[in-house]
């Protein structure tokens, strides 16, 4: 776990590829997250963007003071992970139930923090692509867990970084949605799935909405977990 900073979103590399539904594949081993640490993180605005309009973004650009301007409650988004491993073992780690994974050891993929204010770092899961021996498949998700009543409108951004190349980054909003599958108001969001295909990784761009939440995916990909009642409580 040397070199990890489980505090920090790290610094944007220069170099950007927009993701996009509409040319969703993409060879990760060949964008050089073959191997070494593939951090995914999900920042997005602290205030509904409906509500906040332009004070809204200005907030995002400009962390600064802001006196006289009224934020409303805060949105909180939590970015998660579905895994499954080559053997058929199959989890989830999340924030809900503390599932937070270990980078060193299985699952070998871990979420840094629950980020409840929108922080300019964000969330972050960090995957240690040097085992990916045991990846069959990962899915990366957001959830909605307040301040909003629709997940397309808070201004929310995955990016994924390699350990080298440029960063990969997906606008989680109506315009870069499938178009059959953003609803009213989208309570979560199947982001990309990173799919073993013979000797590769592929990343595939999902960019679909759901009105509710983890089961709703699972049963989507057909992932097999067994989710109790409530947002993100899983018995595995």
């Given amino acids: 776990m040397s070199g990890i900073d489980w505090n920090s979103g790290g610094q944007a590399p220069f170099t950007r590829v927009g993701l996009s539904p509409v040319d969703p ?15 995914v993180n999900l920042r997005w605005s602290s205030t509904d963007e409906r509500r906040g309009g332009v004070r809204s973004l200005r907030r995002r650009l400009d962390p600064g003071p802001t006196q006289g301007v009224s934020s409303g409650p805060k949105v909180d988004l939590d970015l998660g992970c579905l895994y499954q491993f080559t053997d ?23 979420l840094d923090r629950d980020d ?28 909605l867990a307040g301040g909003a009543d629709d997940l397309t409108k808070v201004g ?20 870069t949605a499938a178009p059959s599958a953003a609803p009213g108001r989208a309570k979560s969001c199947a982001a990309v799935v990173i799919q073993r ?40």
Avoid: C
């Avoid at 058929?88 to 871990?110: L, S």
């Avoid at 409840?116 to 959830?143: P, W, Y």
């Avoid at 590769?200 to 983890?214: H, I, R, W, Y």
């Fill in 156 to 175: 929310a951004t995955l990016t994924l970084y390699p350990t080298s190349g440029p960063a990969l980054e997906l606008r989680l909003d109506g315009a």
């Fill in 88 to 110: 058929g073992q199959r989890g989830v780690v999340q924030a809900a139930g503390a599932r937070h994974g270990d980078f060193a050891r299985p699952p070998y993929v871990r």
């Fill in 197 to 236: 295909t013979g000797t590769e990784f592929m990343l595939k761009t999902e960019a679909k909405f759901f009105p509710g939440f983890q089961s709703e995916i699972d049963k989507s990909y057909a992932w097999g977990l067994h989710w109790a009642p409530g947002p993100g409580k899983v018995r595995i």
């Fill in 116 to 143: 409840r204010t929108g922080s300019s770092t964000g969330e972050n899961l960090f995957i240690n692509m040097d085992h990916s021996a045991h990846f069959q498949r990962l899915l990366i998700f957001v959830l």
């Fill in 25 to 39: 594949d993409r060879s990760l081993s060949r964008s050089g997250a073959g191997s070494g640490t593939l951090r």
